[in-house]
Every structure is written in structure tokens, then in C-alpha cells.
């Protein structure tokens, strides 16, 4: 028997990866965005998969897939979370800003 491709498998891994490096410059919001629809994808292709993962050469690559997609959200949320606390803390972006200028020029 011919083995076949699951569809997402590709994508997944993809958007997995891509979201380590937007939860680093968006704040963790767009990392949020993009490993939760790798995530989606991941076990979307993994409840096809578990019925009969014989068949399938790249099941192996959906598993990765869903293990970089848990460990981008979570630290997605994590730094969602600190920056909402900076963001409390000090009332507006422009002042977090201001507060990162000033240790600087401090070190210096």
C-alpha cells in the first residue's frame, strides 16, 4: 500500500516555527495568532492520523508540529502576559519607552 501525505502536516511545522519569531516582535499577540492555528491544524491532522498512522509517512512531522505549536503559545502568552503588566504599570507604551531610554542612558 501506497503511503500517503496528511494535508497540514507542512503548515503547521511552518506557522509552529514562524511563531517563535512574532511572539518576540509582536508583543506575543501575533505568536498567540499563529501557533494556535498551527496548533489547530496540528490535531486536526493528528485525529486523522491516530487512526491509522501506518499509512502516513510524514505522522512524524505533525507530532513536531503540535509540540512547537504548545511551546510557542505558551511563550506567546507568557510575554502577552508582561507586556500587559508593563503596560499597567507604567500606563502607556510611550512611557515604557521612556523608562527603557532612561535605564539606558543610566548604564552608559
Known sequence: M??????????SLILGIISF??????????GV???AIA????NKDKKVGDQN??????????KTARIIA???LVLS????IICLIFIIIFGSVEAIQEWALE???AQA
Do not use: D, H, R, W
Open 103 to 105: 535605564m539606558q542612558n
Open 21 to 30: 519569531i512574532a511572539c518576540c516582535f509582536s508583543s506575543g499577540f501575533g
Open 70 to 72: 504548545i511551546i510557542g
Open 2 to 11: 501506497e503511503q500517503q501525505k496528511l494535508p497540514n502536516a507542512t503548515i
Open 39 to 42: 496548533l489547530y491544524l496540528a
Open 53 to 62: 498512522p501506518e499509512i502516513y509517512e510524514n505522522y512524524g512531522q505533525v
Open 77 to 80: 502568552i507568557i510575554i502577552s
Open 33 to 35: 495568532i499563529l501557533s
